[in-house]
């Protein structure tokens, strides 16, 4: 089991590490290669995952509801342990909603559970995403028009990827497959990024960045568990839907800090070291579900 554990979770690490060693030695500048995985790569993939003839999204509604309880109920108990900590929950309440489940959660669920893990993967990162966006965006700027998100590339390619699924239309073979090849470009682009990113932060508030760490995955964990519990989910997902409590913070949560001036150094640091942690908490997340 170890050695399992070790071989799934190794890509993910040494592609990240790579980004790291990377990003200190040269410090190059990735914004270009991020903005092109974002509005190009990653909506590929979702669009290839939800589009293909053998997705059916009604078999994954009970998944769809319990990911969403899962983000919503990250939300609700971390703003509870924010006012009891003092801290503000504008600054803590997002980084334990909106965990990794793009650049981490996506190639976790393959490597882990194989190409047919894709798809539910999809689904979980389709919510979050979505709820990011939108009550994300709007948690940190109540002023924010929440129009602007159907803008979002990877939202259309949600949208579109549905309609061409739910309507049971069969794109071209040829078309698909270069929609694939597009969409495999961004894990790896991915798990670099982080790496990259990861090498440039830096850590101004230890203990809050510590407990955020902690927090994260202890509440998704639990919420994870109890979700399975209550929600009849096929075994597959079951354990998708824990390796998704156990997963750290998601990069964007600093990057709408920045965006909105919201403490983005106290974000910084949850994220960092929640990202360095993660090498402890899904090797136990794994565990638990294989």
């Known amino acids: 089991m170890l050695l399992r554990i070790v071989s799934i979770l190794f890509p993910l690490f ?8 990377v990003g200190r030695r040269a410090r190059p500048d990735l914004s270009h290669a ?10 590929a993939l979702v669009f290839g995952a939800l589009a293909n003839k053998s997705f059916h999204i009604a078999e994954y509604l009970p998944l769809l509801g319990a990911t969403f309880v899962a983000v919503v109920g990250s939300g609700l108990l971390a703003w509870g342990v924010a006012k009891i900590c003092g801290v503000a929950p504008r600054t803590f309440v997002p980084p334990m909603m909106f965990n990794n489940c793009g650049n981490l959660g996506l190639p976790l669920a393959v490597l882990a559970f194989g ?3 894709l798809a539910p993967a999809v689904v979980m990162f389709m919510v979050s995403n979505l709820l990011h966006f939108t009550f994300g965006a709007w948690l940190l700027d109540h002023n924010i028009k929440l129009l602007g998100v159907w803008r979002v590339p990877s939202v259309i390619a949600t949208l579109a990827g549905l309609a061409v699924g739910i309507a049971g239309i069969e794109l071209w073979e040829p078309a698909m497959l270069a929609i694939k090849m597009l ?11 982080l790496g990259v990113r990861i090498s440039e932060s830096r850590i101004s508030a230890l203990g809050l960045g510590v407990a955020g760490a902690l927090a994260r995955p202890a509440i998704g964990l639990v919420l994870s568990a109890l979700l399975i519990w209550l929600v009849p989910l096929p075994a597959r997902e079951q354990a998708l839907l824990l390796v998704f409590g156990a997963l750290p913070p998601a990069v964007l949560n600093y990057m709408f800090a920045e965006r909105y001036n919201q403490e983005p150094e106290k974000v910084a640091s949850m994220v960092l070291i929640g990202n360095v942690l993660a090498v402890l908490f899904l090797p136990l997340a794994l565990a638990i579900s294989l």
Do not use: C
């Open 115 to 117: 190409d047919a893990a």
């Open 34 to 43: 991020n903005k092109l995985n974002m509005d190009v790569f990653v909506p």
């Open 183 to 193: 969409g495999d470009i961004s894990i790896p682009m991915m798990l670099f990024a």
């Open 14 to 21: 040494a592609i990240t590490a790579i980004g790291f060693l």
